[in-house]
């Protein structure tokens, strides 16, 4: 799991936290890459990625890295660096990017490979009937229609709700605490 913040505009920087990244799911995995990225000369991003995409593909079961908040990264060069490791990716690694908007990587063509996944803020809020169940997992019974506002008002978002929900636990009246 890597997060990245708005510093991390540095293809190098980003490629080393990669690799650190990529050290918890295999300690040796990214040593060669490594080494380039500490060279008096470092090479291209990609001689580094590949260094590294050769390292995933030798590990003995499917992992997952996820890049988190990617919608902070600006840099050119990082994005040229994260779609060379797309366009490279082994098939025991799955890649999550975890965005506010959509990154300024290929995924048209990834669209068209079907190598893509998308989940999109519709595809992870809540409706009315799977908020009347987390309501209801807090200890707060509340109607259909209640339920459907409490979705509206939170616009569907889980945290939203189970704050909600455990605010309306010492209520006498959660219909008018929704309202």
């Known amino acids: ?13 980003v490629l080393r936290y990669l690799v650190a990244a990529c050290q918890t ?3 040796a995995c990214g040593r ?20 590294l995409v050769n390292d995933l593909a030798a ?3 499917p992992s997952v890295l996820v890049l988190d ?10 994005h040229a660096a994260v779609s060379f490791l797309l366009d490279h990716l082994p098939p025991t690694l799955y890649l ?3 965005s506010r908007e959509d990154p300024p990587l290929p995924l048209p063509r990834l669209r068209a490979r079907r190598q893509l996944v998308e989940l999109r803020a519709a595809d992870l809020r809540m ?8 309501v209801q997992m807090v200890g707060v019974d509340v109607p259909d ?5 409490l979705a509206d008002r939170t616009e569907g978002w889980a945290a939203g709700v189970q704050l909600a929900a455990l605010s309306m636990r010492h209520e006498s009246q959660p219909g008018e605490f929704i309202r």
Request: aromatic fraction near 4%.
């Open 1 to 13: 799991w890597l997060t990245l913040d708005e510093r991390d505009q540095s293809a190098d920087q």
């Open 59 to 61: 590990l003995p079961a």
């Open 69 to 78: 908040d990617y919608h902070l990264v600006r840099a050119p060069a990082v």
């Open 32 to 51: 060669r890459a490594l080494a380039w990225l500490d060279a008096p000369q470092p090479p291209s991003p990609e001689v580094v990625v590949t260094e």
């Open 25 to 27: 799911i295999a300690p």
């Open 127 to 134: 409706d009315a009937a799977e908020v009347g169940r987390l």
């Open 96 to 98: 999550v990017i975890a």
């Open 145 to 149: 229609d209640e339920a459907a506002l």
